[in-house]
């Protein structure tokens, strides 16, 4: 089976999403391949979910460019596609005229990247801003743009405006060969997938991780990539949500963050060490320097109350700390979208807004269908509504008002929604990433079985076929009794 | 010939929450086979010494378990034998109980399944089920 | 220059969300929670209870084995034969029942207009509704330490479960969750575990503790392992989850005195399932948003001795306070809770004004006391754990440093909640001395 579009989207992390978005707007179709049974598996999952505001890149990077960017876009992506995104504003702490050398560097590089409203504030402002900040920190960087988001949530509703607008989304497919016909043909390049082959006019390669290896099936660009591994450290709800707060960076890291979630955690982010491609598991060393690094920014962190802990690769490209974004010098109609690490999340829709820059200056034809809608409608959140929109939900359906997951306040009808929605979750993880069941203190402990009755009701299935996550991740067997 | 050998065992009697810890002297036969419980010291009331003794002979125990459910607003029934049987017979009770399926409503106390396995203890229900 | 989403829904005119008055709310239908409602009821109050699932019994549900009842019955029971036991004399009251119904918060929606009356803000399939009641009983029980909390490292694969999910699929869902386990935690429920397990058809492959010693009851180590030959390695725990879709093996590795693991002691444990049996935590997140101040040890409510927390009106009792090991225990303490509850919201308890504020504090190996507070000059029941498990110590009663009881020598056990008798006589000792706070120590003693 062969389907056949105007552009195809290698990889449905963040940065695929989001490119899927922009370029839906136009009278072209579209399809985005993920190897994945769903969307942001890769390296949009294992992320702090952080809207950096832009003065950490050095001046004159892609990174640079799209970040600042990035961030300043994330407003208006967030009020049309209907996702949470706090613009708290951030701090990078110093603890001694060493730091505050440094981070004067980063104002200046922030000035130059075009980063609004920062300043060096000291001890007062800082604990007005920020109360729970280490009192031994002597000046910090004030930085009014940064925000954050949950980064899974970005990537869902982007996509899911793009389908809206006619885009077309392969899950577990997996690109196992290029076939790029002589340039002039009206679909060159040929993908083969263990879903069935895709044949496209234009390709834009966004897979993260596994970005080099699409470059080199395609004949294009020979590079290598680099598995930076970070742990990553989530704390239950407080009640009042943390300000993102930084150390002053390393050469290779931001170092150990603390931040807020648009859920009202707090998440550490990121260890950062070079390891084996594909590997995600936390190890003691990371998980306890994340606590460590924690407690310097905050001391009064509860570090007992991890929900959660995980790990994942940043894929950097070897001898780079740079972005790759534009068209193959080798492979013409081939787009690269590779090497999307920090700040990949914070510049997504301006690696978007830049893909679009890029495509026009190929002489790719974009015209602005008239159809075209920005908005996509988010789902019902029953744990945010009010009392009254709570009383009208369970009127329209009592499966509002069967709570399932408890932890989060997550009840059927919302679950049974993540589930039917397109894309929708085709696994527990799926459904705890759209709508937090199983995301809470728990940890699935109390509604897993739930969930997985649900699962196999909805998607017409047996509980034993239901899945964690990906192929492979059963959850149980088959029944104990009533058997011969 | 004689080839019995006397061994000595600690183990604690489980008869009540004291959970006193016995020690017991035991002569077994060439097969391992118990032939005498020789002495039981350790417990502080009588019923250690019966433990000891039906232990040592044959281990009783009361076996839990569920049996499914059709017809009822739960896919189990939990059930239990009435009283202890033959530690040795619950792995043939399971094998037993896996296949039976029975029809809601059911009651507290209901029998399951009349004198399991030749024991003369009945498998009976431990919840109603609707 | 925060730029939050607008959840703002335009719902034209709120109708108001339709309210019962009770006596006494009891959260929570488990052990704790009947106990509580049925002691207030038999004290005169009109009572409801709120239940999220759609039985009552709580987690009594799916403990089908026996073990319990030997103190409150002077019978061996099952969990189910436990709870169906007080569910039968719920039934046979006019206790109102809201099953299916989750409690979102108390006093969190709309003030009530007088404010001695608490607010349960409740969901059902039936729609939202408010309870009010003069009191509230916290009756919610416990939830599992999870794999994140002991950071426990390595990948994220399907297999891992906290016990008493793996209890729920095999013993509830009839969903058989693996077939060859490695079970962490040697407390109650992973030996029961580990005997379900095996009676199951699914291979134990062993049961790994962190501690030097078994953390259950004798009676479940020789009943749940020696029976089935399932062995049990001490001072081992679980140092690396293995395997990217389903798990695939686990790496344990031996721990030292300090409990770290010794490096060069890792083998790895082929298994397609790990059961974590670490541990209970009282799930107080419906207390604290309602202002309840909670002790740091037990992660429960800091309590008077009639259970009171220090929100007036709301009490609290069972697993939601402390974490018991015998459901009898929690049946006593919630027919104290829900007796005090009744005399509070009909006026019919002591007088309003204290006697006394007495803190109690732990000492020695006693790792809480409870109550937190005492404002009576009355017998009061102390209950305590200790730390680690000793041959000899004894309680000692201390104020203002001077010993006011000691108690006999005899072994502890973490393992076993400890109640203690704390006569009138002593604390009116403590407030002659001027005291503010009681310590309760437990030392051991040194060996000869």
Redesign the interface.
């Given at each position: 089976m062969t389907e056949t579009f105007d552009i195809a989207i290698v990889g449905a992390g963040i940065t695929g999403c989001a490119i899927a978005r922009q370029l839906a707007r136009f009278d072209l179709s579209i399809c985005v391949v993920e190897a994945a049974n769903d969307i942001a598996l890769g390296a949009s999952k294992a992320n702090g979910g952080l809207v950096h505001a832009g003065y950490d890149p050095t001046p004159g990077t892609v990174k640079a460019q799209v970040n600042a960017r990035g961030c300043e876009l994330y407003?208006t992506w967030?009020?049309e596609l209907?996702?949470?995104?706090?613009?708290?504003?951030s701090m990078v702490l110093g603890f001694n005229d060493e730091d505050r050398a440094h981070l004067e560097q980063l104002r200046r590089n922030g000035y130059v990247n075009g980063v609004p409203e920062q300043s060096i504030v000291g001890p007062d402002r800082i604990h007005e801003l920020e109360p729970r900040a280490s009192a031994d920190a002597t000046c910090a960087l004030w930085c009014?743009s940064t925000?954050f988001v949950d980064p899974f949530e970005v990537a869902i509703a982007a996509l899911e405006n793009a389908i809206a607008n006619g885009a077309t989304f392969m899950r577990s497919a997996t690109v196992e060969a290029i076939e790029v016909a002589s340039s002039g043909d009206d679909a060159r390049f040929t993908l083969a997938t263990p879903a069935g082959n895709v044949r496209c006019r234009y390709l834009i390669n966004a897979a993260g991780n596994g970005a080099a290896d699409i470059s080199h099936m395609a004949g294009a660009e020979e590079f290598q990539m680099v598995w930076r591994q970070g742990n990553i450290v989530?704390l239950d709800k407080e009640p009042r949500t943390l300000m993102p707060l930084y150390p002053v960076p390393t050469p290779v890291s931001k170092g150990v963050i603390v931040t807020g979630t648009v859920h009202g955690n707090t998440v550490i982010t990121a260890t950062a060490a070079v390891r084996e491609p594909g590997d995600?598991?936390?190890?003691?060393s990371d998980?306890n320097a994340l606590l460590t690094g924690a407690h310097k920014l905050v001391p009064d962190l509860d570090t007992?109350?991890?929900?959660?802990?995980?790990a994942g690769g940043r894929p950097v490209i070897q001898g780079t700390n740079d972005f790759f974004i534009g068209q193959s010098a080798v492979v013409p109609g081939l787009f690269q979208a590779a090497g999307i690490q920090s700040p990949g999340v914070a510049s997504a829709p301006a690696i978007a807004e830049r893909m679009e820059l890029v495509m026009r200056e190929a002489g790719v034809e974009l015209h602005e269908r008239a159809d075209w809608n920005p908005i996509r409608r988010?789902p019902d959140?029953f744990d945010?509504?009010?009392?009254?929109?709570?009383?009208?939900l369970?009127?329209s359906d009592?499966?509002w008002?069967?709570?399932v997951c408890?932890?989060e306040?997550v009840?059927e009808a919302e679950i049974v929604a993540a589930i039917r929605r397109q894309p929708g979750a085709v696994s527990v993880e799926g459904v705890k990433r759209r709508c937090r069941a199983g995301m809470g203190?728990?940890?699935?402990?109390?509604c897993?079985?739930r969930l997985?009755?649900i699962l196999a009701r909805e998607l017409g299935c047996d509980?034993?076929e239901v899945?964690?996550?990906?192929?492979?991740?059963?959850?149980?067997?088959?029944?104990?009794?009533?058997?011969? | 010939m004689s080839t019995n050998a006397t061994e000595t065992l600690q183990f604690n009697c489980t008869t009540c929450p004291s959970e006193c810890l016995l020690t017991v002297e035991v002569e077994r036969d060439a097969n391992g086979a118990v032939v005498e419980v020789r002495s039981v010291t350790g417990n502080n009331c009588p019923r250690g010494d019966k433990f000891a003794h039906q232990e040592l002979t044959c281990p009783m125990r009361v076996l839990t378990t569920t049996v499914a459910v059709s017809g009822g607003d739960e896919a189990l029934l939990p059930v239990r034998t009435a009283e202890a049987i033959p530690l040795e017979l619950h792995a043939q009770a399971m094998a037993l109980i896996r296949g039976l399926v029975v029809n809601a409503p059911i009651r507290m106390g209901d029998v399951v399944l009349k004198d399991l396995l030749n024991t003369n203890i009945n498998l009976i229900a431990s919840m109603d089920i609707e | 220059m925060a730029e939050f989403k607008s959840n703002a829904i335009d719902c034209g005119v709120v109708e108001a969300v339709q309210t019962r008055a009770f006596d006494v709310a009891v959260i929570g239908g488990g052990p704790a929670g009947m106990a509580a409602a049925l002691a207030a009821h038999k004290a005169g109050a009109r009572v409801a209870i709120v239940e999220r699932e759609q039985h009552l019994g709580g987690i009594l549900r799916q403990c089908i084995h026996p073990g319990f009842g030997l103190s409150h019955f002077k019978q061996e029971l099952t969990g189910p034969e436990y709870a169906q036991r007080f569910i039968d004399k719920v039934h046979a009251t006019d206790i109102a029942l809201f099953l299916n119904s989750m409690v979102l918060g108390i006093d969190s929606g709309e003030p009530a207009e007088d404010t001695a009356v608490h607010t349960v803000t409740l969901m059902s399939p039936a729609g939202m509704l408010q309870l009010t009641g003069r009191a509230v009983v916290l009756a919610m029980g416990c939830r599992e330490r999870t794999r994140s909390e002991i950071k426990i490292p390595g990948s994220r694969p399907a297999g891992v479960f906290t016990a008493g999910l793996a209890q729920r699929y095999i013993n509830i869902e009839n969903l058989k969750p693996g077939s060859r386990a490695v079970i962490l935690g040697s407390g109650d429920i992973g030996l029961i575990m580990a005997r379900r397990c095996t009676l199951e058809g699914i291979s134990v492959e062993g049961v790994y503790e962190l501690m030097p010693y078994a953390n259950g009851l004798r009676r479940n180590v020789k009943n749940c392992l020696d029976d089935f030959g399932v062995p049990l390695h001490l001072s081992t725990t679980v140092t690396r989850v293995i395997g990217h879709d389903r798990l695939e093996a686990v790496e344990v590795s031996q721990v030292d005195e300090r409990l770290a693991p010794i490096p060069g002691t890792e083998r790895i444990i082929p298994c397609d399932t790990l059961l974590l049996s670490v541990g209970l935590i009282p799930e107080n997140e419906l207390s604290v948003a309602a202002g309840v101040e909670l002790d740091p040890r037990t992660r429960g409510a800091v309590v008077d001795q009639s259970l009171q927390t220090g929100v007036p009106g709301i009490f609290a009792c069972g697993n939601v306070l402390h974490v018991h090991d015998l459901a009898d225990n929690v049946t006593t303490e919630s027919e104290r809770a829900g007796a005090a509850a009744a005399a509070y919201a009909l006026g019919t308890g002591a007088g309003a004004v204290p006697d006394c504020e007495l803190t109690v504090s732990p000492a020695g190996i006693a790792g809480y006391a409870l109550p937190g507070r005492i404002t009576a000059v009355a017998l009061t029941k102390l209950n305590f754990r200790v730390r680690r498990p000793v041959d000899a110590a004894r309680v000692r009663i201390l104020a203002g440093g001077v010993e006011l009881f000691a108690g006999k020598v005899r072994p502890f056990k973490p393992s076993v909640m400890e109640s203690f008798p704390l006569p009138a006589k002593v604390i009116k000792q403590a407030l002659d001395l001027g005291a503010s706070k009681i310590v309760l120590s437990v030392d051991p003693i040194e060996e000869a």
């Open positions: 407003g967030a009020q209907g996702f949470l995104f706090c613009r708290t504003g009014p925000g989530v995600t598991q936390t190890y003691a998980v007992r109350r991890v929900v959660r802990a995980f988010e959140d945010r509504a009010p009392l009254a929109r709570k009383e009208e369970i009127e009592p499966a008002g069967q709570i408890r932890c306040t009840p203190r728990c940890q699935s402990g109390f897993q079985s997985v009755t509980p034993s899945l964690l996550e990906d192929a492979g991740s059963w959850l149980v067997e088959g029944p104990l009794k009533g058997v011969r | - | -």
